[in-house]
C-alpha cells in the first residue's frame, strides 16, 4: 500500500498479531495512522514497558512484574490447594468465581506434541517441585476440557497420584442457565456419570 | 490478567485496533509475551517509526513519507487523467489490476454523516483544487460501491461535472470468473443497463 517503507514494515508487525491477516492488517494500520495516532504511540510504549517489565512468577509461572506474584504472597489464601490452569487468562476466570481461595500454577500452554510442545515447555518439573514441596496436599487440575487440555491433566495426574497428593479435576456436567434439550450428549453423558 | 499493570495496559491499547476486543487482546498480549517478545519489540519499534515518518502526500494525498508520493512524481504516468479512490488499499487493488496508468487522489474515507463525516474530513476541497488545476481532463469515481462510496461519488460527480471535466464511474457488473445464476439480482441488472 503506497511507497512508504515504514508503512510496509507496520503492516508485517502487525501481522506477527495472533489471527491478524494482511487484510486486517492493512486496515489496523490505515486506522491508526489515519484516525488514531495517539493510539499507535500508547500502544508502542505499552509494549516496549511490557516487554520490560513481565516476567513470570517464580512460584506459580504467571506474569507478574515481581518476583513473586501478589496471589503467591498472599498469606490469607489456603497454600496447602493447588490449581493447575493453562493461561493467565484461565487463572482470571477462576478469580472472579470467587469460589477458589487456594494457590494456583500456569502451565502458560499444554502438551501439544503436533505443535511440538512438550513437557518441558510448559514447566512440568517446575509443575512437579512445586507441588511436592510439603505445603500443597490437594492439587486441581483446570485445564481446559479439550484433547490437548484432558491430555496435559492425564499426564499431570499420573506423575503425581502416587506422591500421596490429593489429584481432583474440575467437574465436568451441564452449564447453569442451559437447557437440557439444547446440551451435547457428551456433556450429558459426563453429568450422569459425575451426578451427586 | 494476573497482578501486572503493564500487562493491563498493553491490553488496553490493543483494544483501540480496530476489530479487537478484550479476548482477542488478551490473546494478543498472552502470544507476545509468552511466545513472541521480539515480535512485540518489532510492532512496537514499526509503530513508533511509522508514527514518526508516515505523511499525506501534498498532491494525492495518501501515505508517504516523501512530500509529494512518488507516483505524483511519475512522469511516465498519464497526468491527465486522476483516479478517486477512498483507501490506499483501494489504490493498490487498481495498481495491481496493470490497466491503470494515470495519477490517484486518496480521500482517506468517505463521505459518512452518520458517523460525523463530511466534506472536510476526506479533503474534498483539495480534491476540488487538484481536478481543477489545468492538468487534469478526466476524474475516474473509483469508490466502492457501497451507500457511502455510492453517495461521496455522487457529491464529486455534481460539483464537477460543470467544471468542464469527464467524470466516468468505475463500470459495475458481473464479476469475472463468476456464473450468473449465483450472482445477486441488483448485479446482473447494473450488468444489462451498462451493457457494451
Excluded: W
Excluded at 518439573?125 to 483446570?142: H, S
Amino acid at each position: 500500500m503506497a511507497d512508504t517503507h515504514a508503512l510496509d514494515v507496520l503492516i508485517q508487525s502487525l501481522r506477527r498479531l495472533p489471527g491478524v491477516g494482511v487484510k486486517s492488517a492493512q486496515r489496523m494500520a490505515f486506522h491508526l495512522l489515519q484516525h488514531d495516532r495517539d493510539g499507535a504511540q500508547a500502544l508502542s510504549r505499552a509494549l516496549q514497558a511490557a516487554v520490560g517489565a513481565v516476567q513470570h512468577c517464580e512460584r506459580c509461572h504467571t506474569f507478574t512484574e515481581a518476583l513473586v506474584c501478589a496471589t503467591c504472597l498472599d498469606t490469607r489464601r489456603d497454600h496447602s490447594k493447588l490449581c493447575v490452569v493453562e493461561t493467565p487468562a484461565d487463572q482470571s476466570a477462576l478469580e472472579r468465581t470467587g469460589a477458589y481461595h487456594g494457590l494456583y500454577f500456569v502451565l502458560m500452554g499444554k502438551l501439544s506434541p503436533l505443535d511440538g510442545v512438550g513437557p518441558h515447555d510448559i514447566g512440568l518439573k517446575k509443575l512437579f517441585d512445586r507441588a511436592l514441596d510439603g505445603t500443597v496436599e490437594e492439587v486441581i487440575l483446570a485445564t481446559n476440557f479439550t484433547a490437548e487440555g484432558e491430555a496435559t491433566a492425564h499426564v499431570i495426574g499420573e506423575a503425581l497420584k502416587t506422591r500421596g497428593l490429593r489429584m481432583t479435576r474440575l467437574a465436568r456436567g451441564v452449564p447453569a442457565g442451559s437447557e437440557l434439550e439444547y446440551v451435547d450428549l457428551g456433556t450429558i453423558a459426563h453429568a450422569l456419570v459425575d451426578r451427586r
